[in-house]
């Protein structure tokens, strides 16, 4: 029998990944109630109407990618934490190399993570009376902003697995690694807010693929010597 | 060995006096800032310096502890660590204090305070891990990859800052066009305070090494009398 490569494996991890999840759905329903709950309480505390129009872009574009991060701080730490806790993690180990675990869980977060977004941007640009310029500028902004947050939290999420104060811990050591991604993804989100042209936003598109293609294989690397302790 | 130590830590000391002397009463005060202001840069810059180095240097030794698995580079990017955060704190509030007597404000969200602020964040992350760990291996190879982690990631803010935030910095050292713009006795007193500040460092942190190696020879004796 030959042995089966990385990217079929790590298909593998991802559609057990989503098999558990669809059984009990908690990540899913913990995310998205979440979120909800914070898109009440911004929607209700600022709203469209308490900011004037010229401040609206940075406000908006800040308050946005706050609801997106916690949420994804509630949620993405559940692939590995579960694991540990379940008592499954040696098996997993077993069962399939580092590199295609890390994919894995990484694709896994990134549905996790796309299904919050169509699940808060629409609510948040309707609640918000938030308008957008430039479209392709913005959902470039939010596919490479959370491919970012994703690859650094599921690599948080395993450290974390193998800490105790598992939930104070991943918000502490993720903030860090995502701060720079964070403060490009709102102010991309700001321009795209308000420049109806792609090209004011480039640099920060380049910013972010720079990061992701850094943090992902730094988190590839790294990830072996994480998962094997 | 010990008697060229004494000797270099004594060294150090003179160095260090003649410095703060140099800094306050020798040099000029620098044109274009308010005031004596401008003097803080003798000791604010070496430990924004020393800061950023420790950061390296802890690196370094994760890198090493990941490949050679040896529980001494993991004290020692351990030190490190500790020692960065200290003149982490010590480089942010001589900065903070520059920056309220040169643009009357404590903080600007300058890129220069946003990336020190990160660095202080990113130390308390990892002591923070350290301190959830318990087992040392474990501890050790959490903690390294995670240094190593933060190393290629926090780099990217000093790129995202500057697009979002124009600095009032003052020039780097060496600046855009390539050249130190000091006068000389400005540009004597700040780099023997550079060199100064790095050997304090280094001293500090031997010092520190020297603890580790202590505390792990003690309790490998208590273990051997506990096993007799």
């Known amino acids: 029998m030959s042995r089966p490569s990385v990217l079929s494996s790590s298909i593998a991890v991802f559609q057990k990944d989503l098999r558990s999840e669809w059984r009990t759905r908690t ?20 709203g469209p109407a308490n900011i004037s129009r010229e401040d609206r872009p940075v406000v908006h574009s800040v308050l946005l990618w706050i609801v997106i991060f916690f949420s994804a701080m509630t949620g993405l730490s559940r692939v590995f934490v579960h694991e540990e806790e379940s008592g499954t993690a040696a098996a997993l180990r077993l069962s399939a190399p580092s590199a295609a675990i890390y994919l894995g869980k990484l694709l896994a977060n990134l549905a996790l993570l796309a299904l919050v977004l169509l699940f808060v941007v629409p609510l948040f640009l309707a609640l918000m009376s938030f308008s957008i310029a430039c479209w392709p500028l913005f959902l470039l902004v939010l596919l490479l902003g959370s491919i970012g947050l994703a690859a650094a939290s599921t690599f948080t999420a395993a450290i974390v697995s193998k800490a105790s104060a598992k939930g104070a811990m991943f918000a502490v050591l993720a903030i860090p690694l995502l701060l720079p991604p964070l403060v490009a993804a709102v102010s991309g989100t700001r321009i795209a807010a308000t420049e109806s042209g792609i090209a004011a936003g480039l640099d920060i598109l380049q910013l972010l693929l720079a990061y992701d293609g850094v943090v992902t294989t730094a988190a590839f690397l790294l990830f072996d010597a994480v998962f094997r302790e | ?15 260090m006096v003649v410095i703060i002397w140099g800094a306050f009463l020798w040099a000029r005060a620098a044109a274009n800032f308010v005031g004596q202001s401008s003097r803080i840069v003798f000791f604010h810059v070496p430990q924004a310096w020393v800061a950023f180095l420790a950061f390296l240097v802890a690196a370094i030794h994760s890198g090493l502890y990941l490949k050679n698995r040896r529980i001494e580079n993991d004290e020692a990017a351990a030190g490190a660590a500790r020692l960065g955060i200290v003149f982490c704190v010590l480089a942010t509030i001589t900065g903070s204090i520059f920056a309220k007597v040169m643009w009357n404000s404590y903080w600007n969200w300058d890129p220069r305070e946003t990336s020190i602020v990160l660095l202080l964040l990113v130390y308390g992350a990892y002591l923070g891990l350290r301190g959830a760990v318990e087992e040392p291996e474990r501890r050790a190879t959490l903690s390294a990859a995670y240094a190593l982690a933060a190393f290629v990631t926090v780099p990217f803010l000093m790129f995202a800052v500057p697009r979002l935030y124009s600095s009032l910095h003052p020039d780097t050292v060496i600046n855009a066009r390539g050249k130190v713009e000091m006068s000389t006795d400005i540009r004597v007193v700040f780099f023997s305070s550079i060199a100064a500040f790095t050997a304090l460092f280094f001293w500090l942190y031997s010092l520190d090494r020297k603890v580790s190696r202590i505390v792990r020879e003690a309790a490998r004796r208590q273990e051997q009398e506990f096993a007799a």
């Open chain 1, 27 to 46: 990540a899913v329903s913990a995310l998205l109630l979440f979120a909800f709950a914070v898109l009440i309480l911004v929607g209700y505390a600022v």
């Open chain 2, 1 to 15: 060995m010990g008697g060229l130590r004494i000797l270099l830590q004594w060294f150090l000391g003179l160095v």
